[in-house]
């Protein structure tokens, strides 16, 4: 079980709690994006790092981006992908078009 303070939390017990997949099935990243929206929608507070933007833009309520372990933008999902301020996320933006 995570500690309450993130910071306090090893690298290997949040390794452990948060496995990395470095190709996921497409069928199971569906599933567990289906599973993540019922549980906001249900009201649970979720810190979610995903790749996954048009989710992340449509069920998230707060967006942190970040380039190089560094927070660059950070508001409303739909509010930052529609106008991007950094060059970063122009940038990240213009990729993903």
Request: hydrophobic share 35%; glycine share 6%.
């Amino acid at each position: 079980m995570l500690e309450n303070d993130p910071q306090k939390v090893s690298k290997k017990k949040h390794h452990r709690a948060l496995p990395k997949c470095e190709a996921p099935d497409p069928e199971l990243v569906s599933e567990v994006l289906r599973v993540v929206e019922q549980l906001a929608r249900e009201g649970m507070t979720l810190i979610l790092m995903t790749h996954e933007t048009r989710f992340a833009r449509d069920v998230g309520t707060k967006l942190v981006f970040t380039h190089h372990g560094k927070v660059h933008e950070e508001g409303v999902p739909k509010e930052v992908f529609a106008a991007p301020r950094t060059p970063e996320l122009q940038q990240f933006v213009g990729q993903i078009g």
